[in-house]
T-cell receptor, first 113, second 114 residues
Framework: AQSVTQPDIHITVSEGASLELRCNYS??????LFWYVQSPGQGLQLLLK??????LVQGIKGFEAEFKRSQSSFNLRKPSVHWSDAAEYFC???????????FGTGTRLQVFP | KAGVTQTPRYLIKTRGQQVTLSCSPI?????VSWYQQTPGQGLQFLFE???????NKGNFPGRFSGRQFSNSRSEMNVSTLELGDSALYLC?????????????FGPGTRLTVT
């Protein structure tokens, strides 16, 4: 069965520090992988996606993620966090020919000045 | 271009009642998906519609139903509401319903069941 695991429920970092949010997936075929961000009271915004090709993908707001098939991981990174990055981050897995997404439980990011 | 709109934004209902939520996709988008978000269960897939046809359905009881109209607008209905149906209901639209196209999410409808 398809599943996504985000092992970190809550992460706190200082502004300017680097960030890595972990995501592991279980999927039988080549997955489509996504990272979304949700600010309080808002819907979800796509940060980046991976379908195939270069395993390091760049997204909006300075985020990047690396697909590692051997580790079934798709971790999100940012070299320097800004206070405005405080939000909840969701990793998701999808597939071709469908918009159905399986989401992880999310990681809440808190940023201290 | 206007984003995905959901109405109403907030709703309070009583157990046993039924509710209808509406989603208007981005103009030109033909695929609409619905998700339920709760603190306990997280984001769970409800339905996916493409060109008025339900393509996928999540693991929810039959009290949850939906439909899509010819203009791609979608509605979901929950009958015989239970306290556990209190959640943020999100809809998303995409151009073609193929997983490679970006989905755009609406702000959600916050349903409270008392």
């Amino acid at each position: 069965a398809q599943s996504v695991t985000q092992p970190d429920i809550h992460i706190t970092v200082s502004e300017g520090a680097s960030l890595e949010l972990r995501c592991n997936y279980s999927y039988g075929a080549t997955p489509y992988l996504f990272w979304y961000v949700q600010s309080p009271g808002q819907g979800l915004q796509l940060l980046l996606k991976y379908f195939s090709g270069d395993t390091l993908v760049q997204g909006i707001k300075g985020f990047e993620a690396e697909f590692k098939r051997s580790q079934s991981s798709f971790n999100l990174r940012k070299p320097s966090v800004h206070w405005s990055d405080a939000a909840e981050y969701f990793c998701a897995v999808g597939a071709r020919d469908t918009d159905k997404l399986i989401f992880g439980t999310g990681t809440r990011l808190q940023v201290f000045p | 271009k206007a984003g995905v709109t959901q109405t109403p934004r907030y709703l309070i209902k009583t157990r046993g009642q039924q509710v209808t939520l509406s989603c208007s996709p981005i103009s030109g988008h033909r695929s609409v998906s619905w998700y339920q978000q709760t603190p306990g269960q997280g984001l769970q897939f409800l339905f996916e519609y493409f060109s008025e046809t339900q393509r996928n359905k999540g693991n929810f009881p039959g009290r949850f139903s939906g439909r899509q109209f010819s203009n791609s607008r979608s509605e979901m209905n929950v009958s015989t509401l239970e306290l556990g149906d209190s959640a943020l209901y999100l809809c998303a639209s995409s151009l073609t319903g193929q997983g490679s196209y970006e989905q755009y999410f609406g702000p959600g409808t916050r349903l409270t069941v008392t």
